[in-house]
């Protein structure tokens, strides 16, 4: 694919797409359509829920990192294996690079306070969907310690679940015309593979972020370290947020709790949401940025005019919806 005039490896093309010219592409040995991938998505679900579930009830959350590894890591590569196709074309990792671990983290950051604000407006409008949803998660980890909820809920998802995802699912998209198509459709198999109507739409932009990644890279090392990195922070502000409760609550255990989520609160994470457009953009920056040797300028306003714009649209939606959240609540209050 010649690049044109307007066009830039950065921005709108993937790693792997970009250095076609420069090498030739692997020999395609199987013939792997967006349909082998919606019914392989499936089986393992099913196999993971029906073989998995003796696994939990017997080892809690161990077992549960146990059917992860044996379904979605295993069952992906037996895939990969049966279709005769080569394993380093499908689960590519390369040495990484610096910028590119940055610009992860960027986009980590970024992504992490979209989908907080997200969950905030979802809790806000469905607060006892939402309270069952944390109370049944910090239950499932009761008992383990912080490097036992690392290794099962960060680690083993980081490998096991990306190998499905944005190994065998989104090897399965490679031939879609469009980018944009395939991030949309891996965004919609990461929300529908966590099974929550609350955590939908969360999760899929989570997934999208991520796929969008694997897409700019053609390295399954950068959205593993992403989804590493975002599950351990999880992890560790709930230890954080219990060591803050028992304090409060021994100190002020006389004082009612309300578990409602006041709207202001929600205007606040829409505003600090605000940064995610250009976080974004800028960790996309970030992730080819070996590639073009910083030659490319951050905000091109001549070639990328369009894309500025709407990048500063959504960043001033953000900004007005948070201020008028928190006016409304405050007010209500």
Known sequence: MQLGENDSPYLYESFDTYQRNRRPPFK????????????????????????????????????????????????????????NIRLKEVFVIRKPNTPAVLGTLVMWYVAYQGITALFMVIGWLFPEQYFDLSYSMSDSMYGLSLGAELLVVALTPAICEEALHRGLLQYSLRNL??????????????????????????????????????????????????HFVHNAWSV?????????????????????????IPLST????????AIVPF?????????????????????DWKNRKRELILLIVLTLTLITAGILCTIFGLIGQ
């Not at 560790?236 to 409602?260: C, G, K, M, N, P």
């Not at 929600?266 to 949401?273: D, E, K, S, T």
């Open 28 to 83: 395609r040995m199987s013939n792997m359509r967006p349909w082998h991938g919606i019914l392989f998505f499936v089986i393992l679900m099913v196999i993971f829920y029906v073989a998995g579930t003796p696994l939990v009830l017997f080892g809690g959350m161990y077992g549960n990192a146990a059917a992860e590894a044996l379904v979605f890591l295993g069952g992906s590569i037996l895939i990969v294996c049966a279709m």
């Open 279 to 299: 976080g974004l953009y800028i960790g996309s920056y970030l992730l080819n940025y070996r590639e073009h040797s910083g030659k490319q300028p951050l905000f």
């Open 236 to 260: 560790l502000a709930d230890y954080l947020s219990d060591f803050i409760y028992q304090f409060h609550f021994i100190a002020d255990q006389y004082e009612t709790v309300s578990w409602e």
């Open 266 to 273: 929600v205007g606040m994470y829409l505003f600090l949401a």
């Open 177 to 226: 015309k469009s980018k944009w198509m395939i991030i949309l459709f891996m965004g919609i198999y990461f929300g529908a593979f966590h099974m929550s109507l609350i955590r939908f739409f969360p999760m899929m932009m989570l997934g999208m972020v991520l796929s969008y990644i694997r897409q700019k890279t053609d390295n399954m090392f950068y959205p593993c370290m992403f």
